[in-house]
């Protein structure tokens, strides 16, 4: 088993946080902004954790969920939906879920948390 075989767990899990995020409009009261901003990010973070399934190799893909979790987190604030309690609890913590997973997935993470070297280029 390689370093890389481990994260496929993380990126089953980015998928699923993706769409739940992606969909979520569906049962949360929202805004335009607040809609368009959980299906774009959603969507990008479900992207990213189907690129690193079929990409193992490529850590940058974890490196850009982790951004679209950072985003997604800050988001409330910066889209102004704070006041839209179901949206904004949605952001904040897929939003931090998807960090860890992101952090979690990265070859080198990966490779520490379960005692195996990490081949560095």
């Avoid at 390689?2 to 946080?17: E, I, P």
């Avoid at 979520?24 to 990008?44: E, K």
């Amino acid at each position: 088993m390689n370093v890389y075989t481990s994260s496929r767990a993380q990126d089953v899990t980015a998928v699923v946080l993706g769409a739940f995020t992606a969909l979520s409009p569906i049962w949360v009261g929202t805004d335009d902004a607040a809609r368009a901003t959980l299906i774009a990010l959603g969507v990008l973070i479900a992207v990213s954790g189907l690129a690193q399934m079929l990409f193992p190799d490529v850590s940058m893909t974890d490196v850009a969920m982790a951004v679209w979790g950072f985003l997604l987190f800050i988001s409330p604030w910066v889209m102004g939906f704070t006041g839209y309690g179901g949206a904004a609890w949605t952001a904040w913590i897929v939003g931090v879920l998807t960090i860890v997973v992101a952090v979690a997935a990265l070859p080198a993470v990966n490779g520490m948390m379960h005692g195996r070297p990490v081949a560095h280029p």
